[in-house]
């Protein structure tokens, strides 16, 4: 009997606290610095109601979902943590745009210190970390650009001349590879592509398995998958280093990344360090492989299960080879309207980080599409979740569906609905200074395939995994391929 009163009379106190709590965040709903609304708040005993309907979707699904019912601006408050989420262009320019004083990523990427190493990026200021960035900008400038398509083009059509006249491969791996040769090349260099690839790329994925749920929260507990990745860093380093040493002791010049980080200077006029272009390459490899990988997988599984566009492109590249003569040339890249339009779609749908986020470091505020004024407060973490942003009903027609002339001449829906209409890349201050290196080397990948090979998608449409921190494609693509001659 007395264990049944007190089971009531908590259930009754906890139905009054609820009710407390709600009256109080009522009342002080209203930022007492600029008198403006607060964002919606989900808090703990909303996500509990939520519960059941949340539980069984994917990422994007449970994005959507709280979109739907909080809106555009809304606030996920749990055990003293807030995250703010803005959805949509209207409310996305402070999050690109911001100043680094205002808003940045603060502590959040810390897990990358030790893969990276204290010399660079989240390990050092942001006068210095902007500085470095500078200098990934320098380096792939559309000019120094040029040179890197020579070197990817003979990679890819070295690659692809081992294929038999007719096959089945995984797709997935084999561009994995393929892309790893083409990093190799034009970012680290010859000594690393020539003589070092497998040890380079065996060290490279113990530093990679720094990227788990422990090690991102617990970057610096020695677990041993954090010891193999500080292991891994530090041999790294060295060989990186070596290489950096032989060049300025033979006053050898190449035309690779590393080359041009070698040569940067800081703004007072001294060099990189070694430890420095070690860390920014490694930084550069992490930040890339993957993204093109999965982009190039995505793209070949939406071109080969839309035989529209499958068509369209392959029909793009038969009247390109025909103006350059049966040859892929740089400027012929920039004619490829149709494939660059399937790449872009393809991203749109499957971007390659889910989210983005950044830490408030001052209050602003953010106006919705409906007139409605949010301010943000100062210590929020702020979430852009580029799954949502992508697929705006209001900005892109029927976003589920893959429709790459949405980015033709004819629409231009991304321009139409607003600068982050379309932020696979980021954008602003925050715009990914690799996109057109990413856009050029997919390129080429696809313009060979198309031109030299007839293929058919044997695996259903591969599903997202949602469980990797940095989502792919899931299993495996297998495509059969029959080498043709190349038409025109």
């Known amino acids: 009997m007395d264990m049944t009163s007190s089971a009531v009379w908590f259930t009754l106190a906890l139905v009054l606290i609820t009710l407390v709590l709600r009256i109080i965040k009522r009342k002080i709903a209203v930022d007492s610095t600029s008198g403006k609304p ?64 205002d808003i940045s990523h603060g502590n959040l990427l810390e897990f990358t210190v030790p893969m990276f190493g204290r010399e660079v990026a989240y390990g050092v200021d942001i006068p210095t970390r902007n500085e470095q960035a500078r200098f990934y900008v320098d380096a792939f400038r559309q000019s120094k650009l040029r040179r890197h398509f020579d070197p990817m083009l003979q990679e890819v059509e070295g690659y692809f001349s ?96 590393l080359q041009k980080l070698m040569d940067s200077k800081y703004k007072d006029g001294h060099s990189t360090t070694e430890t420095e272009v070690a860390g920014l390459i490694i930084g550069l490899i992490f930040g890339g492989k993957h993204t093109s990988s999965h982009a190039t997988t995505w793209t070949g599984a ?63 505020t953010v106006r919705t599409k409906e007139g409605q004024e949010y301010s943000i407060p100062k210590g929020h973490t702020i979430a852009s979740p580029i799954v949502q942003n992508n697929n705006m009903p209001n900005v892109y027609k029927d976003p589920h569906l893959y429709d790459p002339d949405r980015f033709g001449p004819a629409r231009q829906e991304d321009v139409l609905g607003g600068k982050f209409s379309f932020t696979s890349f980021g954008g602003g201050r925050h715009l990914c200074v690799g996109e057109a290196y990413a856009y050029t080397q997919i390129k080429i990948i696809w313009s060979h395939l198309l031109n030299n090979f007839d293929l058919k998608l044997l695996s259903p449409y591969p599903k997202t995994d949602w469980n990797k921190l940095i989502p792919e494609p899931q299993g495996s693509m297998m495509v059969s391929y029959k080498r043709r001659r190349l038409q025109g």
């Open 38 to 101: 607060l964002p919606p708040v989900v808090n703990c005993f909303a996500l509990l109601r939520l519960w059941p309907s949340l539980c069984s979707k994917d990422l994007p699904s449970k994005i959507n979902f709280l979109y739907n019912k909080y809106g555009s601006v809304f606030t996920i408050s749990l055990f003293g943590n807030h995250v703010t989420l803005l959805i949509g262009p209207e409310v996305s320019a402070h999050f690109f745009q911001g100043l680094d004083s």
């Open 162 to 257: 081992k294929w038999d006249k007719e096959g089945i491969v995984d797709l997935k791996h084999e561009f994995e590879e393929l892309l790893m040769l083409i990093s190799s090349r034009c970012l680290l260099g010859k000594e690393v592509r020539e003589k070092m690839l497998d040890e380079f790329y065996t060290m490279f994925r113990d530093i990679e398995s720094g990227v788990n749920l422990m090690s991102v929260f617990f970057p610096y507990i020695p677990t041993p998958t954090n010891r193999r990745r500080d292991k891994a860093h530090a041999k790294l380093v060295e060989l990186l280093s070596e290489i950096v040493r032989s060049r300025k002791s033979s006053s050898r010049v190449e035309e690779d990344v």
């Open 302 to 364: 939406c071109l080969l299960s839309h035989a529209k566009f499958l068509t369209s492109a392959s029909e793009e590249q038969k009247e390109i080879m025909l103006k350059y003569k049966g040859k892929i040339e740089y400027d012929a890249l920039l004619e490829m309207d149709t494939l660059h339009s399937c790449i872009k779609e393809a991203l749109r749908m499957n971007p390659p980080a889910p989210m983005l986020l950044r830490k408030a470091h001052k209050h602003f």
